[in-house]
């Protein structure tokens, strides 16, 4: 078998069935926006507090919003009995996952289009490589581990609850460090290449742990 | 020569007994049908024969090799049709299939073979979702002979098939070792020589043809 073509074919096949379906990208694309909303007026923004603020409404949106798009991953599969008929091939375990993995930091990537500007409208944050790059790299570790509790949780049935309780915790390091980073690239204290260094270890971290046990998850 | 043995296969779903020690020897191009009520077993007996679920206990080897150590070898060999056709709905009925050809590093022609075999070639581009209960399920045969399994398990694949199952599920299963679980006794008589009847997880021998119509 060959592995980047299984992942690409599955990571393929669920994008594309997302965008005939449209049911995940324009709702996470309504929240993302409605959260803004809210905190700009929740908050009292003006000009001098405007980039202290924006960091923590932008953690907080791409977080809610990474549940739902990870939490629909695995849950689609199961709802429709596809994933038996997948996991019955001879297709690696863990290219079925890198390929579910690519297709959901995708979503998220589509979510984050929408969300950085509308951050720059509401809260007058400049957009920035560096602010692209901190959202980014912090999607590569999110969505890996997303992914993979998404899997494991596909099969309870309390799932919806369980995901969030499982995941948060774990996202916290890439929340702390690309919290950092964005606030650097606001132009508020702190050292951007440091917050910079630490997610893509992060990242690094959690892609080779989630590989590893991604086998013995969806194979059993 | 045997392509599936399998010695004392017992499955408990907690305290549910679901298979009670099943003894099975399939030869080579062997037809079997599995029949018995509902919660008899069956469809957790054709799981196990899949490599789909693995027992609480006992030896299932197919092919000579141990179906639960090699399971992911012995996926090249088996066909599998579960209760549900588990397809993409929002993926037309050849891209359904093209891409278990891409799972299976295949190219997409044997698709299109496949689509005309269980007569879809008309609807071949029509969604998945936009399908009949029937056309869905031969999609899902479709699916399963994609790859030319030696051994193909169908669970109730009459399910919703029309007036010409048989004489479908007959093409389907040439040249090839079948277990088909159905609840339709004439189906099971005209294409399986052998039944195993399963009642409350236990095999109840191997009768003839005429003693399971009767």
């Given at each position: ?31 993302v ?9 929740g ?7 405007a ?5 923590g ?21 199961r ?63 999110m969505?890996?581990?997303?992914v ?32 950092q980073a ?8 702190g ?25 013995f998850?969806?194979d059993? | ?32 049908a ?12 054709l799981r ?9 206990a006992?030896?299932l ?15 090249h ?7 549900a056709?588990?397809?993409y ?43 009949s ?32 199952a ?8 040439r ?7 159905t ?20 095999s ?6 005429l003693?399971?119509?009767?």
């Amino acid at each position: 078998m060959n592995p980047l073509r299984v992942a690409v074919a599955v990571a393929r096949k669920d994008l594309l069935s997302e965008w005939r379906t449209r049911e995940l990208v324009p709702a996470l694309a309504q929240f993302v926006i409605l959260a803004l909303l809210i905190g700009n007026f929740g908050f009292q923004v003006d000009s001098r507090n405007a980039n202290v603020i924006a960091p923590g409404i932008l953690w907080m949106a791409l977080v809610f919003a990474g549940l739902v798009a990870f939490g629909r991953t695995f849950a689609a599969e199961r709802e429709q009995s596809s994933l038996e008929a997948m996991l019955m091939t001879p297709a690696s375990p863990l290219a079925i996952f890198a390929g579910k993995a690519a297709a959901a930091a995708a979503m998220l990537v589509l979510c984050e289009a929408v969300l950085l500007p509308a951050l720059a409208l509401f809260f007058g944050s400049p957009i920035s490589i560096e602010l692209i790059t901190a959202v980014l790299l912090a999607t590569v570790g999110m969505s890996a581990l997303g992914v993979l509790f998404a899997a494991i949780v596909a099969r309870v049935r309390a799932r919806e609850l369980l995901l969030p309780l499982l995941i948060l915790p774990l996202w916290i390091p890439i929340v702390i460090a690309g919290a950092q980073a964005v606030q650097s690239a606001f132009g508020l204290p702190g050292s951007y290449d440091q917050a910079i260094g630490l997610l893509v270890d992060f990242d690094i971290l959690f892609v080779v742990l989630t590989s590893l046990a991604a086998r013995f998850v969806l194979d059993e | 020569m045997s392509l599936v043995v399998a010695n004392g296969i017992a499955h408990r779903f907690g305290n549910e007994l679901a298979l009670a020690g099943i003894d099975l020897v399939l030869d080579t191009g062997e037809h079997m049908a599995v029949l018995g009520d509902n919660g008899a077993g069956k469809t957790t007996l054709l799981r196990v024969l899949a490599t789909a679920l693995k027992p609480t206990a006992g030896e299932l080897r197919i092919a000579g090799l141990d179906a639960f150590k090699e399971k992911r070898r012995l996926r090249h060999y088996i066909g599998y049709v579960a209760h549900a056709p588990g397809l993409y709905p929002a993926l037309t009925a050849a891209e359904n299939l093209e891409f278990f050809c891409d799972l299976q590093d295949m190219s997409h022609s044997h698709a299109i073979e496949a689509l005309d075999l269980v007569g879809l070639s008309a609807v071949a581009r029509r969604r998945a979702d936009q399908l009949s209960r029937g056309m869905q399920q031969r999609l899902a045969i479709a699916r399963a002979i994609l790859h030319q399994p030696r051994l193909l398990v169908l669970d109730e694949p009459d399910a919703s098939l029309g007036s010409d199952a048989a004489d479908l599920l007959a093409t389907v299963m040439r040249d090839r070792t079948v277990v088909l679980a159905t609840h339709d006794h004439a189906l099971a008589n005209r294409l399986c020589p052998r039944t195993l009847m399963l009642k409350h997880g236990r095999s109840h021998g191997t009768p003839t043809r005429l003693s399971v119509v009767k």
